[in-house]
């Protein structure tokens, strides 16, 4: 059974910064698409941005040019740069991998 453990979100002040982590288990990083979503209180859980087994990439156009997906070179961890929060931004932020993590809070305000 796959198990995914995010971390890094915390309180950001609006115009600043957070790295999320993702990890897995085991080594499904290399060999499945990874993806970043977030949920925001009575909204729907939408996507933020995803990094294929290739390194492709692909991102939401609301963070297009704000965010960055990376992962290690040994593919076990996967990393969400956030730059340039907006309090629009504030949700609870999870990572997809064959399964859910228990996602990790952001909270964009000064």
């Known amino acids: 059974q796959v198990q995914l453990v995010e971390s890094g979100g915390g309180l950001v002040q609006p115009g600043g910064s957070l790295r999320l982590s993702c990890t897995a288990s085991?080594?499904?990083?290399?060999?499945?698409?990874v993806s970043w979503y977030r949920q925001a209180p009575g909204k729907v859980r939408e996507l933020v941005a995803s990094?294929?087994?290739?390194?492709?990439?692909n991102y939401a156009t609301s963070m297009k040019g704000r965010v960055t997906i990376s992962r290690n070179n040994a593919k076990t961890t996967v990393y969400l740069q956030m730059n340039n929060l907006k309090p629009e931004d504030t949700a609870v932020y999870y990572c997809?991998?064959?399964?859910w993590g228990q996602g990790t809070q952001v909270t964009v305000s000064s």
């Open positions: 085991g080594s499904i990083f290399s060999s499945y698409t």
């Open positions: 997809n991998c064959l399964a």
């Open positions: 990094i294929d087994r290739f390194g492709g990439t």
